[in-house]
């Protein structure tokens, strides 16, 4: 579920704006200088008036809600720059998600990291060999994912050649 964009009052407006380095050119990426998301997209904490807890947003969809005066909603916030840090309004559009994977795919942007490369891999190439080498051995997939802190369905597919199909 997205979350709305609560009403920003100046001072958060203004707050939001001295995070961002902004670039005399409006062609130039005007970039997130604050947290990051492991993808690359900038984090702001917001506030709401009258809350005592913030929440967090991309930093994308509140400069183009600030930008544009639209909550992006169920919409994304795709990047002409490709540049997930870029809070340049001119640098973003909205699409759907079917519009997003299309432009995706139309710049190549695909994640082609394979196996341990993967961000969240729990396995090494080298555990795999192992696992495929040495199945079943005297242990079942339940105890194999035991072992190795994955599902029993990761060693089926991986066994398989479901997963990790690259070694």
């Not at 795999?128 to 035991?146: E, H, S």
């Amino acid at each position: 579920m997205i979350r709305e964009i609560p009403k920003l009052n100046n001072k958060q407006i203004n707050k939001f704006w001295t995070n961002v380095g902004i670039t005399a050119q409006e062609q130039k990426c005007w970039e997130w200088q604050l947290m990051l998301t492991p993808q690359g997209y900038g984090v702001v904490q917001i506030t709401p008036e009258y809350k005592k807890k913030s929440k967090a947003f991309v930093a994308s969809r509140v400069a183009y809600f600030l930008h544009y005066g639209v909550d992006p909603k169920e919409y994304f916030v795709c990047h002409k720059c490709d540049n997930p840090k870029c809070v340049n309004p001119n640098h973003l559009f909205l699409g759907n998600q079917k519009e997003n994977i299309r432009d995706m795919f139309s710049k190549n942007r695909q994640n082609k990291a394979k196996g341990e490369k993967q961000p969240f891999a729990k396995l090494t190439d080298e555990e795999v060999l192992y696992i495929r080498a040495n199945y079943p051995g005297d242990k079942t997939q339940r105890q194999w994912a035991k072992d190795y802190n994955v599902s029993p369905s990761t060693i089926c597919e991986l066994i398989k050649r479901k997963r990790w199909t690259h070694i």
